[in-house]
């Protein structure tokens, strides 16, 4: 790696030791010199003229570089000048502002920097340096906003909003006490909406809100939060290009804005898949460093009406059962999905049906690789994005596309999941699909057929384990561009699934003879939603939206550039 040119070398003082403090357009350094010589007496004043005295000499001959520390520039919060207590106890440590003694004339700037803990957290940490030179303080904290300044990437001004309801209903608290401060000390603005009822940030964004004030929309809360977000801004992104929302093959127009998620829900899949923890302070960090994630987001359509968008999980069958019967007891919270899971379970409903895709060919990587999407993913970088629309049974495609057949599986089903992330999240760390990308307009499809108790147990306990998910016999995976799903009692003969209900009561009676009130179609689970349509068609549209993001760090970055040590 070429060395970078410093822009800024001085010899500070931290926690009264001496550093050489350097600063280049990438990197903010700070080496302790070690001195080999009888320990200097005397308070910090004079051990700081001390050590600006005879600096190079020390550094040249007497010195050594005790400890390295490192901060990448485009991880800099901030930059202050900071008030110095002067006087200090014979140790050196730095007191209260209080009995200050005015014989010594020391100046001091404090760096905010992202400290990584492990486990994917982000915190802020501090950084103070003191000099006995104004002017070398100033020009310091004058250097270190300049090359701030140039990071253009970083949001200025943002529209927050809050659900106070959503997960343990502690969005607004979670708000105010641990992000609001953060985006202070990053000089960001804010304008904050509370939101009071079911799509009330959805159709603010649809119809009200004037995007053109801000640099990126933050959503306090969880996936539902989120997914209400991603209606509004698509459909408004659509409404100003002239694009028709009912339009299945009409080439959606990418969001310019970024969207960033304060995790405050009940899952925070989305969060979890992102940035690899569902950490308040992390994700409002990922937010101020302006980094870029860009997302796949799938349009569901029945027939030419379209019902939502996708950006995690479509689910048919068991996930969908799970949802129907999670939200009759809401009342339990968080809980309901554990007590609806084991009571979908031991139902053991199947569901016949028809699903045709698209399969995608022209794309790196498949459903089964060991590699997982990590910030800076090959996949993703090198994925083509504009894919032109292509006719639903493979008519008109793209010139790209135009060697791909449609594969058509019929069959009895537990379960069909449409996986567009990994759906990772702490009680399934690899989640639905660990290979699936988040950028590469794809979707993971996964068929789990008809099969015993047991083996279903199996399947749905690999989710929590390291075996291989897929290896299993009546577990099929297929990497789509688009898919259909057309049940055995299709809705379009009935206004909606309550209908197909009341319709084939007999026909349930025959495949299910140990209830009596099995229905005969399954709802869909889009992102937590519940769709009233079976019969569904699904695109994948690459790259439409962008999240505030870095994607999940497999290895801190620097690492191998210089070792780090706490001062």
Known sequence: MEKQPSVLTSLLLVKSRLFEVTLNRTLLTWKEVQLRRKKVSGNISSRLRFGFCLANALHRTRGITAGVHSVPVSEIIAVRETEVDKETKDEGKWQKMSHIKTETNLCAFTVSYVEKTGQHRWRCSNMTF???????????????????SLLTCRPKHLLVYINPYGGKQQGKQIYEHKVAQLFTLASISTDVIVTEHANHARDHLKTQADLRKYDGIICVGGDGMFSEVVHGLIARTQSDSGVDLNDSQAK?????????????????????????????????????????????????HNHNTFLKYSVSLLGYGFYGDVLTDSERNRWMGPARYDFSGFKTFLSHHYYEGTISFLPATNTLGSPRDSSRCRSGCYVCQHRVKDISPIKWGGGDVNENESEGEWKVIKGKFLAINAASMS?????????????????????????????????????????????????????????????????????????????????AFGQICRDHPSCDCTPVNSNWNCDGEILEHAAIEVGVHCQLIKLFARGIEETPPFEEDVSSSAV
């Open 130 to 148: 003191f000099c006995s030179d104004e002017t070398i303080c100033q020009q310091w904290v004058r250097k270190l906003k300049e090359q701030l």
């Open 252 to 300: 959606l127009a990418q969001c310019n804005l970024r969207i960033g998620i304060i995790p405050a829900g009940s899952t925070d899949c989305i969060c979890y898949a992102t940035v690899g923890v569902n950490d308040p302070v992390t994700s409002a960090l990922h937010i101020i460093v302006g980094d870029t994630q860009p997302m796949d987001v799938c349009s569901v």
């Open 423 to 503: 759906c990772a999240c702490p009680r399934s760390p690899k989640g639905l699909s660990p290979a699936a990308h988040l950028a590469d307009g794809t979707t993971d499809i996964i068929l789990v057929r008809k099969c015993s108790r047991l083996n279903f147990l199996r399947h749905l306990l690999r989710h929590t384990s390291k075996d291989d998910q897929f290896d299993l016999t009546f577990v099929e995976v297929y990497r789509v561009k688009k898919f259909k799903f057309t049940p055995n009692h299709c809705d379009s003969e009935f206004s909606n699934i309550r209908d197909v209900r009341e319709n």
